[in-house]
């Protein structure tokens, strides 16, 4: 899951938690 929280980051920004592990 890790591999698509970072594909959508630019995406899902500030939609995904995982957003602000990866930024």
């Known amino acids: 899951m890790a591999t698509q929280i970072i594909d959508d980051t630019p995406r899902?920004?500030?939609?995904?938690s995982g957003v602000g592990i990866i930024e």
């Open 12 to 16: 899902t920004k500030g939609k995904r």
